[in-house]
């Protein structure tokens, strides 16, 4: 399928949601998603949904995708730089973040006809809308550039592994120089969580985060004051260290 032009099925206020679903053969098809997809509803109505499903699902620069969901469903999938896939199947940083502008977006891989079912994030991607970016993989989950969800309502949702039960289920994240930044009430979820090589994981908020993790600290160092009173009394108590001299107001020993 290789879609170039405008197709729109837009929601009703009555509640009827429009949905366009371009579906290529799962084991060697590929889809092609270019020119403009929409399903958006009235003022007040929420979107429909868009899936664009294949055993490779290539997103073209200049796609317009605006929906309540679009779910995107190939075998293995790369989030790479510029608005352009890399890849075979694949979708660009700045086209996806355009996506998330307006839609909640879901990439999903699916290894039961072939390939992995691993997803890479190659490049940065950044929005400020109130919408998720949920990740999840029939195997591995690759993060290797920053994901920022720049309004307090953004959230992320990592979902790996699952193309298996957890038991010997060898699936991972990697976190390979990337990291995830929110805001204060931004949300991620993490299912499924079995393994997981982290180089460097951050969830960036405002100052009450850096309030509450000093606050912390400083509890920590007051209970650590404590501890360290209590072990000198009781080695003192059995003569492990030598009592310290008693003197007189003058400061000669007694």
């Given at each position: 399928?290789?879609?170039?032009?405008?197709?729109?099925?837009?929601?009703?206020?009555?509640?009827?949601?429009?949905?366009?679903?371009?579906?290529?053969?799962?084991?060697?098809?590929?889809?092609?998603?270019?020119?403009?997809?929409?399903?958006?509803?009235?003022?007040?109505?929420?979107?429909?949904?868009?899936?664009?499903?294949?055993?490779?699902?290539?997103?073209?620069?200049?796609a317009q995708v605006r929906?309540?969901?679009?779910?995107?469903?190939?075998?293995?999938?790369?989030?790479?730089?510029?608005?352009?896939?890399?890849?075979?199947?694949?979708?660009?940083?700045?086209?996806?973040?355009?996506?998330?502008?307006?839609?909640?977006?879901?990439?999903?891989?699916?290894?039961?006809?072939?390939?992995?079912?691993?997803?890479?994030?190659?490049?940065?991607?950044t929005w400020n809308a109130?919408?998720?970016?949920?990740?999840?993989?029939?195997?591995?989950?690759?993060?290797?550039?920053?994901?920022?969800?720049?309004?307090?309502?953004?959230?992320?949702?990592?979902?790996?592994?699952?193309?298996?039960?957890?038991?010997?289920?060898?699936?991972?994240?990697?976190?390979?120089?990337?990291?995830?930044?929110?805001?204060?009430?931004?949300?991620?979820?993490?299912?499924?969580?079995?393994?997981?090589?982290?180089?460097?994981?951050?969830?960036?908020?405002?100052?009450?985060?850096?309030?509450?993790?000093?606050?912390?600290?400083?509890?920590?160092?007051?209970?650590?004051?404590?501890?360290?009173?209590?072990?000198?009394?009781?080695?003192?108590?059995?003569?492990?260290?030598?009592?310290?001299?008693?003197?007189?107001?003058?400061?000669?020993?007694?």
């Open positions: 399928i290789n879609h170039t032009g405008i197709t729109e099925a837009r929601s009703l206020a009555t509640g009827e949601k429009g949905e366009i679903l371009l579906m290529g053969d799962m084991a060697h098809g590929s889809v092609q998603v270019g020119g403009t997809l929409s399903a958006t509803a009235p003022a007040g109505a929420p979107g429909g949904f868009i899936e664009t499903s294949a055993h490779q699902v290539k997103v073209t620069e200049g929906a309540g969901h679009w779910l995107i469903d190939p075998v293995d999938f790369t989030i790479g730089a510029g608005a352009g896939s890399q890849t075979t199947s694949g979708i660009g940083a700045n086209t996806l973040a355009s996506a998330l502008g307006s839609t909640n977006v879901t990439i999903q891989t699916d290894a039961s006809t072939g390939g992995n079912g691993d997803i890479f994030v190659n490049s940065p991607v109130a919408n998720t970016l949920t990740l999840s993989a029939h195997r591995n989950i690759a993060i290797r550039a920053d994901i920022t969800a720049q309004n307090a309502n953004g959230k992320v949702q990592l979902q790996h592994g699952q193309g298996a039960v957890a038991a010997g289920n060898t699936a991972n994240y990697g976190f390979d120089g990337g990291k995830i930044n929110l805001q204060k009430a931004a949300e991620i979820v993490i299912h499924d969580f079995r393994a997981c090589a982290i180089g460097r994981m951050t969830l960036e908020t405002p100052e009450e985060f850096a309030q509450w993790l000093a606050a912390g600290q400083q509890l920590d160092a007051e209970r650590q004051l404590k501890k360290d009173a209590i072990e000198l009394d009781r080695k003192i108590r059995f003569k492990k260290v030598p009592r310290p001299p008693r003197v007189d107001d003058a400061g000669a020993e007694k």
